[in-house]
């Protein structure tokens, strides 16, 4: 049910063993199943006296996993699972020199939500609970200050103002030749930080 205990229809339920914590379903795979216009879902193939978490949500709700025990014979007894709406991060991605950031992807440690920035580089983020979270674009690591930004979200809240920048790139070009000094073609050629030996970068040679 939704947060006024209304029927939520179109809902992604999961179920995952507690011990272990690996996903349990048909066959030993993840299979989510979504609830019907009624709100009801039924989950099958589970093993006998084993607990699991049940995890619901949507793209702007979601709740706190119910365990539920399955015993040795028979179903268990039906849950009820109350969503809330979860919170919503919204703000604009600049170039290094503030110039918008269009099609860069924006993520938030919260449920590994996501989102795509416009032509004008702005994002939105939903389905976020509530906590302390970290908002960023990019995945390179160290990550700068600029391209992330910590929030502290309630449930329901909305946060608007949260503006991140990319750092400066710069691009190395060159020729790989052999020892006659021919141009190689289809040659890789990588690129690694030599302070801490960080992410390597591929490109193809010319």
């Known amino acids: 049910k939704d947060e006024e205990g209304q029927p939520a229809a ?14 349990w379903g048909f066959q030993g795979q993840a299979k989510p199943v979504l609830t019907g216009e009624d709100g009801t ?18 793209e702007t709700h979601l709740a706190d ?15 009820e699972i109350k969503l809330q709406r979860g919170g919503t991060v919204q703000g604009r991605v600049l170039e290094a020199d503030g110039s918008p950031a269009s099609g860069a992807t924006v993520t938030c440690n919260s449920g590994n939500r996501s989102g795509i920035t416009d032509a004008e580089g702005r994002f939105e983020i ?64 990588r690129a690694r930080r030599l302070s801490d030996g960080g992410t390597r970068r591929r490109s193809r040679g010319r």
Do not use: C
């Not at 179109?10 to 996903?23: A, F, K, L, Q």
């Not at 099958?44 to 949500?57: C, F, S």
């Open 65 to 79: 996993p119910v365990k539920v025990t399955i015993p040795k014979e028979g179903d268990p007894e039906p849950i």
């Open 126 to 189: 939903t389905g976020i609970k509530a906590g302390k979270w970290q908002v960023q674009v990019g995945n390179l690591n160290p990550l700068p200050a600029s391209a992330k930004q910590a929030i502290t979200m309630t449930w329901g809240e909305t946060i608007d103002d949260v503006e991140l920048t990319l750092p400066v790139t710069l691009t190395i070009q060159g020729t790989v030749t052999d020892v006659d000094g021919k141009p190689m073609l289809g040659i890789s050629v």
């Open 41 to 58: 879902f039924r989950y099958e193939g589970l093993a006998p006296d084993k607990t699991y978490n049940v995890m619901a949500e949507s």
């Open 10 to 23: 179109g809902v992604r339920v999961t179920v995952s063993i507690v011990t272990g914590g690996w996903y």
